[in-house]
């Protein structure tokens, strides 16, 4: 496919080029066409209004416990549905670790082999000349912790002495995180829930490490405790989702109380569902940031 | 017609905004304008699936007054579904957010037509595919 | 209820526990721990198929506590439990036999998470494959798409994510399209479970009400699941996400992933939007048209590309092509045939890779001209590399020719379709010829040519040569397989060609599964 000549190449392009546009202009036309079918804003005679969303509503508190009903709906009702959800961003972290996470030299298969072959078995050293010389003939997804390398070693000298940052971060951090946990633990009382109140949680990691420094930060949430945590909340969730898909689908008792509506112990599962998404989306937001800022978490 | 488009106004500017994001996804040669283009799509169609659910004049689906009767909250499944779709969203996002820095780090550029040819040139020097 | 009546929500939730638990574990217990439960997927899925094929019927499972409307729910019959078989032992098959290739090419610290995406990618297609709710499907398709990506750029190297991009980009348009296309179904039926998607999209055809509004939604999602398979204008990432790969994701991408779509579709067809306004809407023809020209389009690339593994990739897009025509000649017989080229084609297509593996070596990639008398060095691989092909070619005796028998079967009574269906087979078949021979005349005719030419020319040429190699290639003794992985590599190779010879030589069992499978779908 690749051997056209420049002129043939223009050509083509341009053509593809209008053809697109034909196309795109085409589906914009099916699709304001389709919006014109759909049953309009102000009718109350939505297809959607049937005997699901009143489920949902008017059964709701009896079944699941939860005052909100979308965090009823989406962790009881749909429950598979948002299973499946935390599983995508759990593989998204996976993915994004596979990319960014730069491992310690010393337990990288290749740094282990040159050392063996220099006869040198020690392999805890990993200093930065020493390793400047192995990087040309490393192969060359090794080349780009060069590139890290240097990133790791301007960051520090970027944030330490902003002091406008560091005071207001010292007073809006604890906030960010406390309103954080409020939003996760009234999941199912109020607006929120796991996601939105982790993402709270996550951006007052996220500034925190920004004001402090990562140093700060990998005290308490560095790689092993991120993993523990991320690991637990979510063979929590399978666990606890697992028996009430089991439970549920051999019709047995699932012997969960729910408690009286509108308490914060109540509702059954959601709260702890909601505890354990707020746990991974809260590890998981921190260690995007952390793992594109530094390769590291 | 004016009260047709009136009726249906989110519909039409999610159909508008979906037809921007998905021709910024494919036809962008800029990585970081491609991933906009899916969030403005996606986007768009958060939008749709909330304006489906809305019905004026009922409150959100969060017991208020103890009025359990469906006529009083908006439809709560669309409002599921968009909450799951940001998930998504984000941790496609992230993902191409990632995978744009490392071809940014190794190439020194963004454009992804630029990255391809280099990325043929590699292969040619190296005698693979 | 049945006991066994579990077994779909069993093997989901154990690939995914597995999945969990290798993200904590090293790299050796995680492919322990992947392989076991690839390994308990596998039994508890032929079980499964076992039973409901004695009972002829096929079952709703509740995943909660609420029923049909409210809750989520899975459905199993004999087809979903086949499937469901063929992605796990494709799944397994894969893994066993990149070993090698995993060890070497994988970043010590990163091969858990090589399993754990494996296993997550198993979790999400079983999941696609039992799904009985169109929201699930697409919650699922997600992570089947990113998973995808993880395979793709496990190597780690620009070329691999610069594959991987290219192939994200695709994916999500694929995915938009079908998430609208979801989002307006589900505005105009008020369900999303399928049984009763396919209820109100019945009721609403009777009355004619949507009719425009209905074809484009099928036309929507059925496009973004067309995508997402790589069917033929949209397959340019296919060929740099399957050659630059390591061998077990291009086996695993190949042979189940972007089947797991067409799945989906198939499910799209006959249980959401229903066969009869799916027919009306005059999609099948767009299908059928696509498909046909992929299979013309992929092969000619296939013969213009000179590389092994780049070859089989776009030989990929010509097979999808086919399956797309069986589904698009819209009736009964070419789904059971698509189905069945679904199967056949997973499972020649990852032995296809690997069987090249052993060639290729720890380049990504050769010049076919380089296979010259490779042959006789590697019997297994070269023998079921030339099984594969002569099944992908449709040599009768192999899974392949039987395949290509049934698509053209049933393109029988349906008009211009026969012709077209019938002529695309062949010049399809003639090309793959053309492409699969040059392989194998290369494996094998020059072999007796170089042991001549090193007894008469010495053997210092084969030394530097060797040393070359090892210069360049392996530096240890460590990065040569071992004779447990080459022995490990030949089984499982020969596993998937006996498979193929089985299903060749007797397919009635298959083809009689998925039919009464089809019919209670």
């Known amino acids: ?297 | 017609m004016f009260e047709q488009i009136y009726n249906h106004f989110n519909d039409i500017v999610a159909a508008i905004l979906f037809v921007i994001g998905f021709s910024n996804l494919l036809f962008q040669k800029n990585l970081i304008k491609k991933i906009i283009g899916l969030n403005i799509m996606d986007v768009a169609i958060y939008l749709l699936l909330a304006s489906q659910g809305y019905i004026s004049g009922r409150l959100a689906p969060i017991l208020t007054d103890g009025s359990e009767n469906a006529t009083t909250y908006i439809n709560p499944i669309p409002s599921g579904l968009v909450l799951t779709g940001i998930v998504v969203s984000v941790s496609v996002t992230a993902l191409m957010l990632s995978m744009t820095i490392r071809l940014y780090r190794k190439y020194r550029t963004l454009d992804l037509d630029e990255i391809l040819v280099k990325v043929r040139k590699e292969k040619e020097d190296k005698g693979e595919g | 209820m049945d006991f066994v009546l579990n077994f779909p929500f069993f093997s989901i939730m154990i690939c995914m526990l597995a999945a969990l638990s290798t993200f904590m574990l090293g790299r050796r217990a995680a492919a322990v721990v992947a392989k076991l439960a690839l390994l308990i997927t596998l039994v508890l899925s032929v079980i499964l198929t076992v039973y409901l094929h004695g009972t002829g019927e096929s079952f709703v499972y509740m995943m909660g506590h609420f029923p049909a409307p409210w809750g989520n729910e899975i459905r199993a019959g004999e087809l979903e439990g086949v499937m469901a078989i063929f992605t796990c032992v494709i799944a397994l098959l894969s893994l066993i036999a990149g070993k090698y290739s995993i060890r070497t090419e994988i970043d010590d610290t990163k091969q858990n998470l090589y399993y754990l995406i494996t296993c997550l990618m198993e979790a999400s297609l079983l999941a696609l494959i039992y799904t009985n709710d169109i929201f699930t499907g697409y919650v699922f398709i997600e992570i089947n798409t990113i998973a995808g990506c993880g395979l793709i750029m496990i190597r780690n190297t620009g070329r691999s994510i610069a594959a991987a991009i290219r192939y994200m980009v695709v994916s999500l348009v694929g995915s938009g399209l079908f998430l609208i296309g979801t989002t307006l179904l589900y505005s105009i039926t008020g369900h999303l479970l399928m049984q009763n998607i396919n209820e109100s999209v019945a009721a609403l055809a009777a009355d004619g009400s949507y009719s425009v509004t209905l074809t484009i939604i099928t036309a929507l999602m059925t496009v973004g699941l067309a995508i997402k398979s790589g069917l033929f204008p949209f397959h340019l990432w296919i060929p740099d996400a399957y050659a630059i790969s390591v061998t077990p994701s291009s086996a695993m991408l190949s042979g189940m992933v972007s089947k797991g779509y067409i799945f989906l579709l198939i499910k799209l067809i006959y249980r959401v939007i229903g066969f009869d306004v799916y027919s009306s809407t005059g999609v099948f023809d767009l299908i059928f048209i696509a498909g046909i020209i992929a299979m013309i389009m992929g092969s000619v690339a296939a013969i213009r590309s000179g590389y092994l593994r780049r070859m089989t990739a776009y030989s990929s897009v010509s097979q999808i092509g086919y399956i797309f025509m069986g589904i698009g000649i819209a009736n009964s017989a070419g789904a059971v045939a698509a189905i069945f080229h679904i199967i056949t084609h997973g499972l020649t297509k990852s032995l296809l890779f690997i069987a090249a593996s052993s060639f290729t070596g720890r380049k990504e990639d050769i010049r076919v001209s380089d296979l010259k008398g490779l042959g006789h060095k590697y019997p297994v691989s070269a023998a079921t590399f030339t099984a594969a092909a002569l099944s992908i070619i449709g040599f009768p005796l192999f899974a392949g020719f039987i395949a290509k028998m049934l698509l053209a079967n049933a393109s029988f009574d349906c008009g211009w379709r026969m012709y077209a269906a019938i002529g695309a087979i062949a010049v399809s078949t003639i090309l793959n010829v053309v492409y699969f021979f040059k392989c194998i005349i290369n494996l094998y005719a020059f072999g007796g040519f170089e042991e001549e030419k090193k007894d008469t020319e010495g053997s210092t040429a084969e030394e530097t040569a060797d040393e070359s190699v090892k210069a360049t290639a392996c530096v240890d003794n460590e990065d040569r397989p071992t004779k447990y992985e080459n022995a490990l590599h030949g089984i499982c190779a020969a596993v998937l060609a006996i498979i193929n010879l089985y299903i060749g030589l007797a397919p009635g069992l298959l083809s009689d599964i998925i039919t009464k499978g089809l019919n209670v779908f």
């Open chain 1, 1 to 297: 496919m690749a051997d056209f000549n420049p002129k043939e190449k223009k050509i083509l392009y341009r053509a593809f080029r209008i053809t697109a546009a034909i196309l795109i202009v085409m589906l914009a036309a099916a699709l304001i066409f389709c919006m014109f079918d759909l049953p309009g804003l102000f009718s109350p005679d939505h297809p959607g209004e049937n005997i699901v969303a009143e489920r949902y509503i008017e059964s709701g508190i009896e079944e699941t416990g939860a005052v909100n009903f979308v965090a009823g709906m989406i962790l009881d009702y749909r429950a598979f549905d948002t299973f499946g959800e935390s599983n995508v961003l759990f593989a998204a972290t996976i993915c994004v670790m596979v990319l960014l996470l730069v491992q310690d030299q010393s337990k990288s298969r290749v740094r282990r082999k040159r050392s063996k072959k220099n006869g040198t078995v020690n392999s805890d050293q990993t200093t930065v000349s020493e390793s400047q010389t192995s990087f040309e003939q490393l192969p060359e997804s090794k080349a780009y912790y060069e590139d890290l390398r240097d990133e790791r070693e301007i960051e520090p000298r970027l944030i330490k002495n902003d002091v406008i940052l560091k005071t207001i971060a010292k007073f809006a951090v604890p906030f960010i995180l406390m309103f954080g946990v409020y939003v996760i633990l009234n999941g199912h009382l109020s607006p929120g829930g796991g996601f939105s109140g982790g993402a709270i949680v996550g951006s007052g990691f996220i500034l925190a490490s920004v004001a402090f420094g990562f140093d700060k930060m990998e005290r308490f949430l560095n790689r092993k405790s991120a993993g523990i945590i991320t690991f637990v909340s979510l063979l929590v969730y399978c666990l606890a989702k697992s028996y009430s898909f089991f439970t549920g689908a051999n019709h047995l008792e699932s012997g969960i109380p729910l408690g009286t509506p509108g308490a914060i112990l109540s509702s059954g599962l959601i709260l702890i569902l909601n505890i354990c998404v707020g746990f991974v989306v809260a590890c998981t937001m921190y260690s995007f940031f952390s793992l594109m800022r530094r390769g590291k978490i």
